[in-house]
């Protein structure tokens, strides 16, 4: 079923986000932890699609494998890194064999050391709005999401430019949007409020990366441009200062589930959980909150 006819009928929620392991001998493992997850009831799980190729070749078998195992509604990310029209036809032809009827409609990102251009990276589809609507309009019994970033993308010049760049991705035929991580709720009210003022109405569904470590959530900050609250750094500082690992990783389960709480409460529709294919603290976090 279509992502947006889930949310209509099963608000509030929570989704999932896991990547395909590169080795096929740790499959095993990964979906034990899918099929641990199914206690969630998600209304759907995403799988990524790896830049230049590093994982696209597992996507199709990760999420045919996630249908059998877990029962989940399924929603494959696509990029348009170095990618071509043949490219594109033959994935959405191969998920919709599978029965999928949702896809992440992404431009992507540029690989780690790549030196070319970005007309070699993007030359078919320079930007997501592109392949949105390369994708409706010849797929029309797919939904079609994107992403959306409420503290702007990293290269957008302003934020205002960003909406106007999800203003595009929605009138393309995108029908909802996944933000990004972030840890202020008042960043994701803020933009849904100014997406609305521009007449984007589509669902936006709060992306949410409970912090693991202090580890993880430096690699985190390299990827994307997330704002961290000063307040929360220090209790995780000193939380580590005090504690070690252990107690870093309880101010992340209740600093996400604080989140998870004050969204759905405040009208989010959903979350949509980065599982980092872990299962503990997706369930720690979303315990008794639906």
């Known amino acids: 079923m279509q992502i947006p006819q889930l949310i209509k009928a099963h608000s509030p929620f929570v989704s999932l986000e896991f990547f395909p392991p590169k080795k096929q001998e740790e499959w095993p493992g990964f979906l034990d932890v899918a099929r641990e997850l199914k206690q969630l009831k998600p209304l759907f799980a995403s799988v990524t699609y790896g830049a230049g190729g590093s994982t696209q070749a597992n996507t199709l078998e990760i999420c045919e494998q996630l249908i059998k195992s877990c029962g989940f509604e399924i929603m494959p990310h696509l990029t348009g890194v170095t990618a071509n029209k043949e490219k594109i036809n033959g994935f959405l032809e191969a998920i919709s064999a599978l029965g999928i009827e949702n896809v992440l409609a992404l431009r992507g990102d540029r690989p780690a050391g790549f030196t070319g251009s970005d007309a070699e990276l993007f030359a078919a589809f320079p930007h997501a709005s592109d392949?949105?609507?390369?994708?409706?309009?010849?797929?029309?019994?797919?939904?079609?999401?994107?992403?959306?970033?409420p503290e702007a993308h990293a290269e957008a010049p302003s934020f205002a430019a960003d909406l106007a760049v999800m203003q595009r991705k929605v009138a393309s035929g995108a029908n909802f949007i996944i933000t990004q991580l972030y840890f202020d709720n008042r960043v994701y009210f803020d933009y849904v409020d100014r997406l609305r003022a521009m007449g984007v109405t589509v669902p936006v569904i709060p992306g949410i990366l409970p912090i693991r470590s202090l580890a993880s959530l430096r690699f985190t900050l390299q990827l994307c441009n997330a704002r961290v609250p000063g307040q929360l750094i220090n209790n995780l500082m000193k939380a580590h200062e005090q504690g070690g690992a252990s107690a870093v990783y309880a101010i992340g389960v209740a600093y996400a589930r604080e989140q998870v709480k004050g969204?759905?409460?405040?009208?989010?529709?959903?979350?949509?959980?980065?599982?980092?294919?872990?299962?503990?603290?997706?369930?720690e976090v979303m315990d008794g909150l639906l």
């Open 131 to 149: 392949m949105v609507a390369y994708i409706r309009s010849r797929y029309q019994q797919l939904a079609i999401g994107v992403a959306g970033f």
């Open 263 to 283: 969204l759905l409460e405040g009208g989010a529709p959903g979350v949509h959980l980065y599982t980092l294919n872990k299962a503990d603290m997706c369930l």
